[in-house]
C-alpha cells in the first residue's frame, strides 16, 4: 500500500554539526519528493523539494538525495543552527492519486547551541 | 505567508456539533487538498479537489465531507463530532494538482478541540 517510513523520530545535535534524515517510500512509480520544516503550532513550509530524474538538489546548508532504484531519499542539513530546530516531515507523491502526498511520521530536530 | 487562508484559526465545540472549515487557495491555483495533523498521526491525507470536482481521496471518515466552490474556495464539514477528531486541520494548494509532481502550499491550518 501507500507508506512512506521516515527516520530517526527525533535527533539532537550540536550547534554546527550535521543532520541527516531518511525516508523510504513504497510506490515505485512515485516521482515527486517534497520536505517541510514545521515549527510548533505553525504550518508546514516546504524547504526543499526533488523530483524523480534528478539524484541530487541543494540550496545553501540543506541538500536532499534520491535513490529510485532503492526507492530511499534523505535530508541533509549542514552547519545546523538552532532555529534549524523543528519537525521535519518528508513526503512522496503516489502516482494514483493526481498530487495527492502521503507524508513520512515526522523528526524532530533539536539543535544545542 | 503562503497565499493561502484558512478560516477560522481555532474552534471549540462540543462532541456531536458539526462545524465547517474554510480555505481559499493561493490566487490562480485548482487544486485544493485537506489534510488532519493529529498528535499521534502526523500529517493525514483527506482529500483533494480540482476546479471543482473531487480528484482523489485519503481516508477521509464517512461524517467528513468536502466541496470546491466555483470560486474554488473549499469547504471542509465535520459531523457527529466526536473527541478524537480534535487535531489541526490544513489546507493547501497548487497550480493544477495533477502530474503528480507539484509543489503544494499549506495554510495556517484550523485547530479543532472537541470537547
Known amino acids: 500500500g501507500e507508506n512512506v517510513e521516515q527516520h530517526p523520530s527525533t535527533l539532537s545535535v550540536q550547534e554546527g554539526d550535521s543532520a541527516v534524515i531518511k525516508c523510504t517510500y513504497s510506490?515505485?512509480?512515485?516521482?515527486?519528493f517534497p520536505w517541510y520544516k514545521q515549527e510548533l503550532g505553525k504550518r508546514p513550509q516546504l524547504i526543499i523539494d526533488i523530483r524523480s530524474n534528478v539524484g541530487e538538489k541543494k540550496d545553501q546548508r540543506i541538500a536532499v538525495t534520491l535513490n529510485k532504484t532503492a526507492k530511499h531519499f534523505s535530508l541533509h542539513i549542514t552547519e545546523t543552527q538552532p532555529e534549524d530546530s523543528a519537525v521535519y516531515f518528508c513526503?512522496?507523491?503516489?502516482?494514483?492519486?493526481?498530487?495527492?502526498?502521503?507524508f513520512g511520521a515526522g523528526t524532530r530536530l533539536a539543535v544545542h547551541p | 505567508d503562503s497565499g493561502v487562508t484558512q478560516t477560522p484559526k481555532h474552534l471549540i465545540t462540543a462532541t456531536g456539533q458539526r462545524v465547517t472549515l474554510r480555505c481559499s487557495p493561493r490566487s490562480g491555483d485548482l487544486s485544493v487538498y485537506w489534510y488532519q495533523q493529529s498528535l499521534d498521526q502526523g500529517l493525514q491525507f483527506l482529500i483533494q479537489?480540482?476546479?471543482?470536482?473531487?480528484?482523489a481521496k485519503g481516508n477521509i471518515l464517512e461524517r467528513f465531507s468536502a466541496q470546491q466552490f466555483p470560486d474554488l474556495h473549499s469547504e471542509l464539514n465535520l459531523s457527529s463530532l466526536e473527541l478524537g477528531d480534535s487535531a489541526l486541520y490544513f489546507c493547501?494548494?497548487?497550480?493544477?494538482?495533477?502530474?503528480?509532481?507539484?509543489?503544494?502550499?499549506f495554510g495556517p491550518g484550523t485547530r479543532l478541540l472537541v470537547l
Open positions: 479537489y480540482y476546479n471543482g470536482e473531487e480528484r
Open positions: 513526503a512522496a507523491s503516489f502516482s494514483g492519486g493526481y498530487n495527492k502526498l502521503i
Open positions: 510506490d515505485s512509480a512515485s516521482n515527486y
Open positions: 493547501a494548494s497548487s497550480a493544477r494538482g495533477t502530474g503528480g509532481s507539484e509543489t503544494q502550499y
